[in-house]
Structures are given as C-alpha cells and as structure tokens.
C-alpha cells in the first residue's frame, strides 16, 4: 500500500509541474535560509565551549565605583597574589599579554599584530590543540615560541619544519619554536597567531605595578567553589593590595569574576577588545529563519489546498472503493514528506555551493561543520514539522470531500477557504513587508552613520601604531622630515585617534567635591590642527606658552557641561590626573565635542592633556597630494626605524571597519528579505495561475462582450492584491516597534521617517502586481475563440 501511495504522489508531482517546482523551490529556499540560520547561531552558542575546563574558567575583571563599567584588564601581580590568597578556592592562575612585535627571519622581517605573552600553564588551561609540541613543555623556557599552523606555514611551508626552528622577536630575542598549535577556532574569544613566554618579563619594573592595566587574568575555580561566595572575599584582597592606590585615586576598585563561556555574550566596550557577540542580532536571525520557513509553509497550504477540486474525482472514487478517511489523510501528508524531502535534498546541495559565499558574508569561517550530526536531526525535525503542518490542512481539506459531489464534479472549496487562503497570503506579504521595513532601516542607519558630521576632520588622514621602541625614540626626527615636505599639512602624536582606544581616569577639579570621571587623550600641541577640531573657548596648546607641556589640558564640551560649566566659565579652572599628574594643570580651551567613540556609544567627557603617552601618529595630508604625501611617509618611517615595516591605515577607513559587522548584518538581512519576497511571489504568482485558469471562460464571454484587455487585468488583479494591501497596513506598526527597538543601539540614531513606510508599501505592492499581471495579462490577450473552447 505504501508503495501504491508513493507511486500515486510521484504521479501527482509529475502532472502537476508548474505547482511542484513552485513548492519545491520555495521550500528549498526557506529550508536552506533556515540550515544557514541554524549554523550561524550554533556557531555563536557554542563561543568557548571547546575547553575542557570551561566550567571552572573565570575571567578577572576590575569595577569602578561598582558602576556597570568594567574592565578585564588588570596588572602582573594580580594572579599570583590571587592564587596565594585563596588556595582552597583557585587552582590554576594564567595571565596574558597581548601585544605586536616584530619577527625577524633570515632578511625578512614581519609586524605580527597577534601574539600573546603568556604564562607556562596556557595551553594546559585552555584546550589549544598542539599538532606538535609538548602542552606541559612548549612554553616552560624563556626561549620557546609556539606558532599557529597558519603562521607555521607562513614563515617555514608546513608544521613539521617550524619544529626547532629559530625566529628573532623584535631586535634580540631569539626563539626556538617548541610547538604548532592548531588555527584558532573562529568560535573562541582569544585569539593569537603567536604565544611567547611570559616569563621573559617578570623580572620588569612595569610588570610589578599593581595599578598598571596590561593583562587579562584568567582563574580556574577548584570543583564545586561558589564563585559569588569568593567574589564577596575580593573588597578585602582589593584594600590589601590596592587600598593605598584607590585612596589616592579617590576611586573604589572591586573584581568580578566572569565566566568564560559568558564572555563572548557580555556587554562589550572600548575597555574590552575581545571578541563580542550580540545575542538580539542572533534573535532576529532566528526570527528571520522561522518567518521565511512560515512562508514557504503557507506557499505550500495555499498551492495544495486549490488543487483540491482538481483532485475531488480521485478522492471520491477511492471512496466509493472503500477508502477510508485516514488512509487518505496519510496519503496526502505521505506526499507533503515527500516534497520536504526532496526540497532537504536539495537544500543540502546547495548549503555546500553557498558554504563559502555565506563565510564571506560573515567575515569569518564557521566552526559548525554541515555535515555533523546536529545538522541532521535538525533537518529530521524540518522533515517532520514541515511535512506534518504544511500537509495537514490540504489533508483534512481533501479527504473531507462527499463521494458524490465528487464525482459529479460540482464541488467547491467554499467562501471558507478562500478566506483562509487569503488570510495566509496575508501573513506572507505582512513578514516581507516587515522584512524591507528592516532593511530600509538598516541601510538608512548605516549610510547616517557614514555621512554623520563627527566634528573632526578625517579626510585623507594616516594613522600610523606607534608599537616599537625606534619609532618612539624617533618620533621628534619623523615629524620634523613630514613636516619639512611639501605634501603634508600637518602632524600629531597622541594616545588614542577617533575610533580607537581611551583610558578612562579619575580627576581633582576645582569646584568639585567629588572625585571626577572622563575620558583621556594624551597628545601633542598640533592635535586640533590634525583633527579639525573646532576650539569654541579659550585656546588650543600653543609652543608660545612653555607651561603648555607640563600644566596645560583641554577639555570637551560634555566635559564642561557635565562640571557644571559654561565653556568659557571651564577656561582657567584647574584639574589634577589622580594617577599621571603630580601637580594641577590649567584648563586653557575648551573644544566642540567630536565622536572620538563609537555612534553606538554616548558622547563622554574628554580630557586632552599634553602629558607624554604616544601610541599613534597621525599624518594630515594635503588635498590631491594623496599619493605623494603617503611616499613621503613610508620614506620618513624607513628612516627612523628601517627594520619594522610600515603599517597604516586612513582614518576614514578606520571609521568605517568599526561598523563592518552592522554593515555586513545589513547585507545578510537584504538578501534573506528579498529571498522572502521571491518565496512569497511564488505563492501569488501559484494562486495567480490557479485563479486566471479557472476563469478563462469568464474571460473569454467578457472579450466577446467588448472588454479591454486593461479591464481584464484589473478584474483579476484586483482580489489577488487585497491581501496584500492588508498586509501592509499590519506590518506597518510592527515594523516601527521592532526597529525602533534596534534603533537604540546607537546613540546617534536617524529619525523614522514615514517615507519609509511609503517606500516599503510601494516595493511589496508593485513587486505584487507585477507578479499577478503577467499571468492576468497572459489570460487577457488570448484569444476568446480558444478560451471558450478550453472548457
């Protein structure tokens, strides 16, 4: 019988091949959107999970104030005092050290922007596969080195022959590699190319400072150990071993503990440059997921269901054969599991050609194989939820049928299931219209926060990484010969350009009691010159005061209003640095604020003090100049420092790879929207078919009868649009509600204008009508001699 059944669905689907591939391919697509969907967020679920001990390992990390801002950035000390004052509760105690250095090998040299300083026990505290090497060993001497695989092929062809081998790090470090680890999973928020010992530091003055902020400490809990119990232990551990600092500071410091699995899904900042990820983004491509699948659900229902007066003849004869309710039941939702079942097949297929691209989309190469057992019971699930849901209802709606209307082929589906069809169809187009609402909204946002005015000038600007000891002990000698060129308009050595990293200090200032928070910036007298940057009171560092360099600051505006005063009432006031000053500066000028942050973030008090901190130099050149000013560089670096090779980018630049994953969110949510769309065309176009073929007499007798064939369209038109016209007015709120929402991530937000909901309505309805025209023009201009004759 069954073989009878699958015999009956296959003749089915063969002669009915415009309907089958219209369900075929929409459930393929949803299908496939879905297996991407599913990957992605299996992949974003399972960040850290691959360690062996991920329930014992916590993140150290330093609170303010007990405010939400921490930081997991804390000194040298902080692991081994940890690990002695609390043996019952820590087991293991690692620190590491990011950094860049540069790799000498034979005459080539390289500026590796990936490599950790770490402790002995790394690789037997976090599971980082070696391919070779010894995990107790491989960083137990000073002078080891373990390299990835990549980074073992990129300087010796292949693992096996970077065993031994020695490279120079930086001018005199010499290191033989004692391990290749494999590559960093994409799924894991450390990430290296190399790992030095850090024992080649201990012995450093920095290295000893309790309140310096240059490691990441990670602690392995002992079984069991409550982690809230130990944490209400660290006030005690902090005033030991930082209460003299805090109460210079006038800062009250704690430590929290954060579990390494949360880590990735933890709020993330300027204070952290770990990976991240956004669990709302992970949600709506969840809701993406179900929408489009719910879709291709409804393409199926409808297309089924219509079919059903052409198959009343063959449901009423097995009746009258005997057949009885539920076998036919079983037979119509056997043949919607075989339709899933191919479309699963194809999919497959197809999430292999896509693999790639869909890695490119992503910026990165998903860890989750396709061909791993979840992957499966995943589609088993499809099979069955699809197969069971979307056949059910054309199922029940079949084998409802009386034998003898049936037969007689007087049988009608009923005002009934024209509603609920159409009601199906609204929910199709209402989810496409909230999908291009979102997509509107998205690339509105993102070109606002490309074109948004940030207060300073970053046009044709270079920012050079100050990351080795010649260029900083030559930074006078490079500005001098820049700025001696032609093609260059100006340049500023400072802490931090916009977009990149700011230290957040505490400060004394005049008229405050309390001790005061802001952002820092630490930078030469030409900073305002190189940032455009627009002084509104007092005046910007000038070398005609000498106390500039020792007892001058500038502030922003946030930061003067947020004292409490006017810009010009902020000029002359004085403020001490509780950590870097010994003694009070003036406040000389006061400055427009600027986005030196993030738009997702607010805009914050600005401190910018002359004190000496460089970590970049920025390079303004001049207008139409770009390549010769940019020559001009690349000489005066190789100069000052000819063994590290020159790295930069342009600020403009910069900005922009600060919103690439929004930009890339934006791109993946405009191609499954308009795959939406295209599924939801199907349908209309299914029913667009269905409806013109069963009026074609009507047609006909309308043309003899002096129609146009304008009106034709139109009379056909007409009732297939309804729905649509209908779902777009429900969308409409939901679409404000749920990217008002996503709005708020930004700070610096554009308004929801209503044009947006205008240009939504237009693109879903004339997608729609030109989708039911083609086939109501078709039906319009054929001839009336043959229309009449079809029936």
Known sequence: MIKNYLKIAWRSLSKNKVFSLINILGLTIGITVCMMIFVFIMNEFSFDNFHAKKDNLYRVARSFDQDKTIAPWVSGPYASALKNDFPAEIKNAVRIMPSSDLIVIGDKSFNEKNVYLADDNFFSVFSFPLLRGNVATALKEPGSIVLTETTAKKYFGSAENAMSKVLQMDKDMQLKVTAVAKDVPSNSHLSFDMVVPLSNWYNEPWFKVWINNNHFVYLELNDHVDKAKLEQKFPAFMDKYMGTDM??????????????????????????????????????????????????????????????????????????????????????????????????????????????????????????????????????????????????????????????????????????????????????????????????????????????????????????????????????????????????????????????????????????????????????????????????????????????????????????????????????????????????????????????????????????????????????????????GTEAVKKAYATVTPLYPLEYTFLDQKFDSMYRTDIRQQTILGIFSGLAIFIACLGLFGLASFTTAKRTKEIGVRKVLGSSTQNIVVLLSKDLLKPVMIATVIAMPVGYYAMNTWLQNFAYRTPFSWWIFVLAAVIIFGIALLTVSIKALKAAIMNPAKSLRSE
Not at 279 to 288: A, C, P, Q, R
Not at 389 to 397: E, I, Q
Not at 431 to 436: A, F, K, R, T
């Open 247 to 628: 109460k210079r500071m006038g800062v009250k410091v704690g430590l929290k503990l954060t579990p390494v699995k949360e880590i990735y899904f933890s709020e993330s900042s300027s204070f952290d440059p770990t990976k991240h990820g956004d669990k709302t983004i992970v949600y709506i491509f969840l809701s993406i997921a179900v929408l489009i699948l719910l879709i291709a659900c409804i393409n199926f229902m409808n297309l089924s269901t219509i079919r059903a007066v052409e198959r009343s003849k063959e449901v009423g004869l097995r009746k009258v054969l005997g057949a009885l309710r539920n076998q036919l039941v079983l037979q119509f939702i056997g043949e919607s599991f075989l339709l899933t079942i191919i479309s699963c097949i194809f999919s497959l297929v197809l999430l292999q050609l896509l693999s790639p691209l869909y890695n490119q989309l992503l910026g990165y190469t998903l860890t989750v194989s396709w061909n791993t057992w979840p992957i499966y019971v995943f589609l088993t699930g499809i099979i069955l939820v699809v197969g069971f849901l979307a056949g059910s209802y054309p199922a029940f709606v079949l084998s409802a049928f009386k034998p003898v209307e049936s037969l007689k082929g007087k049988l009608k589906l009923g005002k009934g299931g024209s509603t609920f069809r159409q009601a199906l169809v609204v929910v199709q187009f209402s989810i496409s219209v909230l999908l291009i609402v979102g997509t509107i909204v998205i690339v509105n946002q993102m070109s606002y926060v490309k074109n948004k005015q940030l207060g300073y000038d970053r046009e044709q600007t270079l920012a050079i990484p100050i990351d080795n000891e010649d260029f900083y002990e030559h930074l006078q000698s490079f500005k001098s010969e820049l700025l001696n060129n032609s093609n260059i308009e100006s340049v500023s050595m400072m802490s931090g350009e916009p977009g990149g990293f700011f230290d957040q200090h505490t400060f004394e200032v005049e008229g405050q009691r309390d001790t005061w928070k802001a952002r820092t910036e630490f930078a030469d007298f030409d900073i305002v010159n190189t940032l455009g940057l627009k002084v509104i009171a007092g005046r910007s560092f000038s070398p005609q005061f000498g106390t500039d360099s020792t007892d001058a600051v500038m502030i922003n505006h946030t930061a003067a209003t947020k004292l409490g005063f006017t810009p010009a009432e902020a000029v002359g006031k004085w403020i001490k640095n509780t950590i870097r000053d010994t003694a009070r500066r003036r406040i000389v000028g006061v400055v427009e604020d600027f986005n030196f942050l993030s738009l997702k973030e607010n805009m914050e008090p600005l401190v910018i003090s002359t004190a000496e901190d460089r970590r970049v130099a920025l390079v303004k050149i001049k207008p139409g100049h770009i390549n010769a």
